[in-house]
């Protein structure tokens, strides 16, 4: 009897299986027999009997309760609700457990505990010598609370980002330990947005764009820069020497990027205070763009914090507080203010300046008036926003021109308009005999480009203008500010 109720059940089970399958399985519109050589094989899980004779194991020990076929019925749904439940259960506990062992100490820790454990590793080396202690020194404990902490070598950056290295190549502890807490706390608090951002963008397809530059843009930046300050041209620098070619104008790199690129800086093997560039071009803009892809590194990208700011810079030098400064002394505040412009992108922004008649500048409003300007220049996301248009357009011929000249006849028009007014051919002129100039060699040419050439020099003590420094890079400030009206334009 026993053994006809197990077999009855087993029946009914793989009847009842085979039912639930065929009910979340749709066939209907199948043409194809099953005993076709084109149809999909129906492969049987190796789990399948196991759990038919563990089903009729259990409808055995109900003998005397469950015989009926409705009886079996209702014991069988109930058995396999459970089963598939316990199964979850079991998932969900193992997921937990996953999920436990990938996140980072420094999410399940407490603030207190992080505050602590940095403070712990840096407490021997705060003690010495007023807190000061050589690059290599701070490298070595910084990445050790690193490893404590589980953050990811690019996470870490964001810690690298607060150490400013001084020209002796030490790092102030005491000066870092705020800063640097501060950014491990930011790390915490974005987690979940940085994981979002890292997966958004890995869907983008068009070049990466930093400080209005791809990436062979800012290599050969790079190279150039780095070969001028190598005077014996032995393919290195002092960490020194290194670290103020990254600050070049031309680059346009903050505080911040130069601290977190010092800290990749390739060291010659016998010497660590040297640093051997052409290992390091490579790897540059690559290491900028995985910290604002990974959020660890973020650009401004609010206006009215960028004029506030900005009002405050040129505020700095506006010593009798007139509220009034000259364009070489608002450009020379820009250039210092450290909003992570390039030079010919400040050009392209000083074209906003607009002179009284007593030839100043009234530097709030100028703040306020450029301040959505710089944030579309230096904020990361809007640059990509542009990249596809951007790439499109530094391929057609209108981007090689300016006022319907190629480079070479603009700059032999304005080079000739300048050497000829300079009849002492001092390599100078003043303010009225340049901007005269300007207007004789280019006449097509707008007051935005002409406020944009005025700003590429300096005066002297003598109130002249080195006009060479104008013709430099006369062509190509104006090409970055014609850029930037295509690209507002477009958008």
């Known amino acids: ?111 207190e505990a992080i505050k602590e454990l940095v403070a712990v590793a840096f ?13 290599d020194q701070f490298k ?3 990445n050790g609370v690193g490893e404590q ?27 870092f330990l705020p800063l640097g807490i501060q950014a491990l706390l930011q790390l915490r608090t974005t987690y979940t947005q940085r994981l979002a ?54 680059l346009g790199f903050t505080r911040r990027e130069v601290n977190v690129l010092m800290s990749e800086a390739p060291a010659a093997e016998d010497d660590h205070n040297i640093v051997v560039y052409p290992d390091f071009v490579p790897i540059c803009f690559t290491l900028l763009k995985d910290t604002y892809v990974q959020g660890i590194l973020e650009a401004h990208n609010n206006p009215d914090w960028i004029a506030q700011y900005l009002t405050e810079v040129f505020a700095s030098g506006d010593s009798e507080s007139t509220g009034l400064l000259t364009v070489p002394e608002i450009a020379r505040l820009f250039r210092a203010a450290d909003v992570g412009l390039t030079r010919l992108q400040i050009i392209a922004v000083m074209s906003e300046a607009q002179e009284d008649k007593t030839g100043f500048v009234n530097y ?29 357009y530094r391929k057609t011929s209108e981007y090689y021109t300016v006022l319907d000249m190629n480079q070479h006849t603009f700059e032999q028009a304005l080079s000739h308009a300048l050497e000829t007014a300079d009849e002492s051919h001092r390599g100078v002129l003043v303010h009225d005999e340049v901007l005269n100039a ?25 109130g002249e203008l080195d006009y060479n420094l104008i013709t430099l890079s006369a062509f190509q400030a104006l090409q970055k500010l014609q850029e930037y009206s295509m690209m507002i334009a477009e958008a």
């Open 1 to 111: 009897m026993q053994i006809i109720v197990a077999l009855k059940g087993l029946q009914i089970g793989v009847s009842y299986i085979s039912k639930k399958f065929l009910e979340t399985h749709d066939f209907s519109s199948s043409k194809v027999s099953m005993a076709s050589k084109y149809a999909k094989p129906m492969q049987i899980p190796a789990e399948f009997p196991d759990i038919l004779r563990n089903f009729a194991r259990e409808v055995l020990r109900q003998q005397g309760k469950v015989e009926t076929k409705e009886a079996i019925y209702t014991f069988g749904s109930q058995y396999f609700k459970d089963l598939v439940s316990k199964h979850n259960g079991a998932n969900k506990v193992v997921n937990e457990a996953a999920l436990s062992a990938l996140t980072p100490a420094y999410i399940k820790m407490g603030e």
């Open 123 to 135: 407490s021997d080396a705060q003690k010495q010598d007023e807190g000061l202690v050589i690059f």
């Open 140 to 142: 070595q404990i910084l």
């Open 149 to 175: 902490l589980q953050l990811s070598s690019i996470e870490l950056k964001a810690l690298y980002a607060e150490a400013d290295e001084s020209d002796g190549g030490f790092i102030n502890c005491t000066d």
């Open 197 to 250: 951002r890292v997966a958004s963008s890995g869907k983008r397809e068009t070049e990466f764009f930093l400080h209005g530059m791809m990436q062979d843009e800012t290599e050969s930046i790079l190279r150039e820069t780095f070969q001028r300050a190598d005077k014996e041209e032995v393919g290195a620098l002092t960490r020194l020497a290194f670290m103020d070619a990254l600050r070049d104008a031309d």
């Open 364 to 392: 709030e409003r100028f703040a306020a008036q450029i301040s959505r300007m710089v944030v579309a220049l230096v904020n990361v996301d809007s640059q990509q926003s542009y990249a596809s248009y951007l790439q499109r």
């Open 438 to 462: 300007i207007r004789n060699a280019l006449p097509e040419i707008t007051d935005h480009q002409v406020r944009a050439l005025m700003a590429l020099s300096d005066p002297n003590e003598m």
